[in-house]
């Protein structure tokens, strides 16, 4: 999910950070006092995420999380995939400093994308329809972020559905796995602090 | 009774499967899997040979490889085998920039500087014919210096090969446990630089009311 440094274009990179710029003002500004730890925990968890490499598939995958940011955090996921990807840019030169605006929106846009689909739902008192809608943010996250990744190489001479098919078969087991990991924290969520999942969605 | 059993055991698998998981994530990170393409290149004789790979032993196969001059100006270009690997001869012997584009916004480079070619340059550019040892006065203090640096290139090439090999596999070690656990260690304290100016502010705005409404109780 990372693009490296040198691979798109300008008009690209300055459409991803200005995005990216505009997302990330929306999410500070929505971001309460009290959720700052929160953000911070789910920050952190995002940024070693990108580590867990899954085997599968033509290129090199890893978790993302973003479908699970978006969940928890609402708009308070864009500045905290900011910090996330900045930091892997700087420590584990994962993309770079050019591509961090278009990084970030790749990542951070599904993650609100599905908060607005799946987050509303999940105060369901049924805890399975909960965990359903849980796996479909996790899974459709990943999903609209390697179409965005598609969408942002247009320009660089692969042409997209090429790019789009090989993306989303690669990002598949992602796609499953963030799925699952997406339901497992919301049901331990739920049992442990049932109150944080309801605050995203008294503010939302 | 039985339904709270139940949960309470439900809530510690789910706690003890969560627990494991963000154990693991560092575990599992130290096997160095990274997410970013490499390259590598090394000269071998009159061969250049170029290695791309993702973090660990993942392959960047059919990858492409293009080669530029210090100008700029690109020399050739070709796709790596399903070992990751292509190989070629320069025509000059400068500074080459290589670039591996591995597809799906994977991209980097890796420079070779003019030097890697050794005494190569030396022996290629001045093949000085009368220098050339004749058979009736060979002996060692006559040795030609060309074919002497030739020959010792040559073992030289085959010496080091293992160590090239090393400094390539070094390379390619992905993030380290430190690495990781100081990333956490600055979002932590930027969110927790973010938390104080934020109360701080809240703070402030709090005393600022207090002395606008002691203000309007004096001036009532």
Redesign the interface.
């Known amino acids: 999910?990372?693009?490296?440094?040198?691979?798109?274009s300008a008009p690209v990179l300055i459409t991803g950070a200005a995005l990216t710029v505009a997302g990330v003002a929306v999410g500070l500004k929505k971001m309460d006092?009290e959720r700052?730890?929160q953000?911070?925990v789910l920050?952190?968890?995002f940024?070693?995420?990108?580590?867990?490499?899954i085997?599968l598939g033509p290129?090199?995958?890893?978790l993302v999380l973003n479908g699970l940011l978006g969940l928890v955090l609402g708009w308070s996921a864009f500045p905290a995939i900011l910090?996330?990807v900045a930091?892997?840019g700087l420590?584990?030169?994962?993309g770079g400093l050019t591509t961090l605006g278009i990084n970030t929106f790749i990542m951070a846009a599904p993650a609100i994308l599905c908060y607005y689909i799946f987050a509303r739902g999940i105060s369901h008192r049924n805890s399975g329809v909960a965990m359903a809608l849980a796996f479909g943010c996790g899974f459709v996250a990943i999903l609209t972020s390697a179409l965005l990744?598609a969408a942002?190489?247009i320009f660089t001479g692969?042409s997209f559905l090429e790019?789009a098919k090989?993306?989303v078969v690669?990002h598949l087991p992602v796609m499953v796995l963030e799925g699952l990991?997406a339901a497992?924290?919301l049901?331990?969520l739920m049992?442990?602090k049932p109150e944080l999942l309801g605050a995203t969605h008294a503010t939302g | 009774m039985r339904p709270g059993k139940k949960e309470s055991l439900l809530r510690k698998t789910t706690i003890a499967i969560f627990i494991a998981f963000t154990l693991t994530v560092p575990l599992m990170a130290n096997r160095a899997l990274a997410h970013k393409v490499n390259v590598f290149a090394w000269v071998e004789g009159d061969t250049v040979f170029v290695e791309g790979y993702y973090g660990g032993k993942k392959k960047a196969q059919n990858s492409l490889v293009e080669v530029f001059d210090e100008a700029g100006v690109k020399l050739l270009e070709g796709r790596t085998n399903e070992k990751g690997e292509f190989s070629f001869e320069p025509t000059e012997k400068t500074e080459l920039r290589i670039v591996l584009t591995a597809g799906m916004g994977h991209k980097n480079d890796f420079v070779l500087p003019a030097s890697a070619f050794g005494g190569a340059i030396l022996s290629q550019s001045s093949p000085s014919p009368e220098l050339q040892p004749s058979k009736t006065d060979f002996t060692a203090a006559t040795i030609d210096p060309h074919q002497l640096e030739e020959m010792i290139d040559k073992a030289l090439d085959q010496k080091l090969a293992p160590v090239i090999k090393l400094i390539s596999d070094t390379r390619r070690g992905g993030p380290k446990l430190t690495e990781i656990i100081g990333g956490i260690g600055y979002i932590f304290g930027l969110f927790g630089v973010a938390l104080y100016f934020s109360n701080r502010k809240k703070k402030e705005r709090g005393q600022r009311s207090e002395v606008r409404g002691q203000q309007n109780a004096d001036s009532k």
């Open positions: 999910m990372h693009i490296s440094e040198g691979v798109l006092n700052i730890p953000v911070a920050t952190s968890a940024f070693v995420a990108s580590l867990i490499r085997p290129s090199a995958v890893h910090v996330g930091l892997q420590i584990f030169q994962f990744l942002s190489l692969e790019a090989l993306l690669a990991v497992f924290c049901a331990f049992k442990v």
